[in-house]
C-alpha cells in the first residue's frame, strides 16, 4: 500500500498562471478530502467528495478553485489565475467512508506563486 | 460553527518532563474528536481518536480525554522525548454524517519542543 500519492511535490507558478495538483487515494477509501495548510491559517478544509460525488465545498474560495474527481482512483485541484496568497502546501488525505473514520494524509503539494 | 481552539502556538519542554497541548472545542453536535501529529517535511497522522464512551485512548505514549462538560480533549503525555518534537493539531469531525461527512476542522496546532 504505497499511502496516498499527490503529484507534484513542489510546483512554482507565476502569478495569473494555472495550477493543477493531483491526489490518488489509497485503494477501497471511497472519501477524498483536499485541504490547505499555511504558517498563518493552519490546516483548513477545502472540499470532499464521497464515492467520487461533491458533497462538501464550503472552505473552496469561489473563484478560481475547482476540484474534480473523475475516477475512484485521482481527484485534481485546480487554481485559475493563481496569486501569491495561494501559496501553501496542499493536502489530500482519504478514508473509509463513515463519520469519524481516521483520515491518512498524502505528503502535499507545496505551491508557490511568484 | 463548528471550530477547535489550541491556545499554544509553541511549547518547549525539557526531555523528561510532562507534556500537556489545550484543546476546546465548540460543536452543534457531539463531534468525535482526534490528535494528529506532523513531523518536519512528513504529512500529518493520526496520533488520537476519541471513543464514545469514557475510554481514554493512548498512543506511543500519549493519552487524552474526552470532557464533554467542559469541551475538551487535551494530550498528554508523562515524560517528553525529543523524538516528541513535531506539530500537534487537534481536530473535530462531525457525527452529522449526512450532511458534513467526516471533514475535519482543525486547531491551528500546536509546536511542541523537546530540548535536551
Known amino acids: 500500500n504505497a499511502g496516498v500519492i499527490q503529484t507534484p511535490r513542489h510546483k512554482v507558478t507565476g502569478k495569473g498562471q494555472e495550477a493543477t495538483l493531483w491526489c490518488e487515494p489509497i485503494s477501497g477509501h471511497s472519501a477524498v478530502f483536499w485541504y490547505r495548510q499555511t504558517i498563518v491559517q493552519g490546516l483548513e478544509f477545502l472540499t470532499y467528495?464521497?464515492?467520487?460525488?461533491?458533497?462538501?465545498d464550503s472552505g473552496m474560495p469561489k473563484e478560481r478553485f475547482s476540484a474534480q474527481m473523475p475516477n475512484q482512483s485521482h481527484s485534481t485541484l485546480k487554481i485559475q489565475s493563481t496569486q501569491p496568497q495561494d501559496s501553501a502546501v496542499y493536502l489530500c488525505a482519504s478514508s473509509l467512508v463513515g463519520t469519524g473514520g481516521e483520515q491518512y494524509f498524502g505528503p502535499g503539494t507545496r505551491l508557490t506563486v511568484l | 460553527g463548528d471550530s477547535v481552539t489550541q491556545t499554544e502556538g509553541l511549547v518547549t519542554l525539557t526531555e523528561g518532563l510532562p507534556v500537556m497541548l489545550n484543546c476546546t472545542y465548540q460543536?452543534?453536535?457531539?463531534?468525535?474528536l482526534f490528535w494528529y501529529v506532523q513531523h518536519l517535511n512528513e504529512a500529518p497522522k493520526l496520533l488520537l481518536k476519541?471513543?464514545?464512551?469514557?475510554k481514554r485512548p493512548e498512543h506511543q505514549g500519549f493519552h487524552a480525554t474526552l470532557h464533554k462538560s467542559s469541551s475538551s480533549f487535551h494530550l498528554q503525555k508523562s515524560s517528553a522525548q525529543l523524538s516528541d518534537s513535531a506539530l500537534y493539531y487537534c481536530?473535530?469531525?462531525?457525527?452529522?454524517?449526512?450532511?458534513?461527512?467526516?471533514?475535519?476542522?482543525f486547531g491551528i496546532g500546536t509546536l511542541l519542543s523537546v530540548k535536551p
Open positions: 460543536s452543534t453536535y457531539s463531534p468525535f
Open positions: 467528495f464521497r464515492n467520487q460525488a461533491p458533497i462538501d
Open positions: 476519541s471513543f464514545t464512551d469514557n
Open positions: 481536530a473535530l469531525s462531525d457525527r452529522d454524517y449526512g450532511s458534513s461527512g467526516n471533514k475535519l476542522i
